[in-house]
């Protein structure tokens, strides 16, 4: 009876432990069979800043707010957009592929708005917590010869789709405007404004994240990956049948005796 207690926990015992080596295996099947099927999507981002006399008056700020963190991020880069007709991710689409130009051009116009930085690129989309972020950084124009200038802006957008598209952002400004027209009597440094939002949206609707300085407009479009084009079937090769030789022209038919 011992014996049989023994031999039936030692096959519990060897069911949980292949149990428990299988489940990792399973796990990073699955993870890897959606990364292969990750829908394709093009985003287009484009971030301002509020010049209203006024804005952001009647906040309280932080005096470092702290800075998003870009570990884990990724930077677009440009050059060609496919390869071996595939698309490349992560790759800055240009100017004619973006479809917010006007709301640029318009916020230029504007004594209320002021566009800070446009981006359009395509990505596979994982679940948001897999999401890869999109580290964006526009340099400041100040010269100093004794540090290098902070960003006016960076930080991190991140997309992420389960039943609907996920946007997050974490973005820092730095306001370098001088309160006195004297900088050498008196230089207060920039006033930092943060942005943490989280936002669900609709795949073909433009959406507007608000914040007391700074704004941004957003909009995704699922990409459709182009199919490969189709190999041109061979052509017949035609063949004219051989000439007769001098033999087989003279040779009499044999007759058939049967």
Same mark, same amino acid.
């Given at each position: 009876?011992?014996?049989?207690?023994?031999?039936?926990?030692?096959?519990?015992?060897?069911?949980?432990?292949?149990?428990?080596?299988?489940?990792?295996?399973?796990?990073?099947? +699955?993870? /890897?069979?959606?990364?292969?099927?990750?829908?394709?999507?093009?985003?287009?981002?484009?971030?301002? $800043?509020?010049?209203?006399?006024?804005?952001?008056?009647?906040?309280?700020?932080?005096?470092?707010?702290?800075?998003?963190?870009?570990?884990?991020?990724?930077?677009?880069?440009?050059?060609?957009?496919?390869?071996?007709?595939?698309?490349?991710?992560?790759?800055?689409?240009?100017?004619?592929?973006?479809?917010? !130009?006007?709301?640029?051009?318009?916020?230029?116009?504007?004594?209320?708005?002021?566009?800070?930085?446009?981006?359009?690129?395509?990505?596979?989309?994982?679940? *948001?917590?897999?999401?890869?972020?999109?580290?964006?950084?526009?340099?400041?124009?100040?010269?100093?010869?004794?540090?290098?200038?902070? *960003?006016?802006?960076?930080?991190?957008?991140?997309?992420?789709?389960?039943? =609907?598209? /996920?946007?997050?952002?974490?973005?820092?400004? $730095?306001?370098?405007?001088?309160?006195?027209?004297?900088?050498?009597? =008196?230089?207060?440094?920039?006033?930092?404004?943060?942005?943490?939002?989280?936002?669900?949206?609709?795949?073909?609707?433009?959406? =507007?994240?608000?914040?007391?300085?700074?704004?941004?407009?957003?909009?995704?479009?699922?990409?459709?990956?182009?199919?490969?084009?189709? +190999?041109?079937?061979?052509?017949?090769?035609?063949?004219? *049948?051989?000439?007769?030789?001098?033999?087989?022209?003279?040779?009499?038919?044999?007759?058939? !005796?049967?």
């Amino acid at each position: 009876m011992l014996r049989k207690m023994i031999v039936k926990q030692e096959t519990v015992i060897f069911l949980i432990l292949s149990l428990l080596l299988i489940a990792p295996m399973g796990l990073y099947a +699955e993870s /890897h069979e959606e990364q292969q099927s990750a829908p394709w999507y093009q985003f287009e981002v484009l971030v301002f $800043r509020r010049i209203a006399p006024g804005a952001g008056s009647t906040e309280g700020w932080a005096l470092d707010p702290g800075v998003p963190e870009q570990q884990e991020s990724v930077q677009l880069t440009r050059g060609t957009l496919t390869e071996d007709g595939k698309p490349i991710a992560y790759r800055a689409l240009p100017a004619e592929e973006k479809s917010l !130009t006007e709301a640029w051009g318009a916020m230029r116009r504007s004594r209320d708005y002021r566009p800070l930085y446009h981006i359009a690129w395509r990505q596979p989309v994982a679940h *948001p917590d897999q999401a890869v972020p999109i580290y964006i950084n526009l340099a400041s124009k100040r010269k100093s010869a004794f540090e290098e200038p902070l *960003p006016i802006l960076e930080g991190n957008i991140k997309f992420g789709i389960k039943r =609907y598209l /996920h946007l997050e952002t974490d973005i820092l400004l $730095r306001v370098e405007e001088d309160q006195t027209t004297n900088e050498a009597e =008196y230089d207060p440094g920039p006033q930092n404004y943060r942005m943490q939002e989280k936002r669900r949206m609709r795949s073909g609707k433009l959406h =507007y994240l608000d914040h007391p300085v700074l704004g941004i407009l957003a909009i995704a479009n699922r990409y459709e990956i182009p199919a490969p084009p189709e +190999e041109p079937e061979p052509e017949p090769i035609e063949t004219t *049948p051989a000439p007769a030789t001098e033999s087989q022209q003279s040779e009499p038919a044999v007759p058939n !005796t049967q």
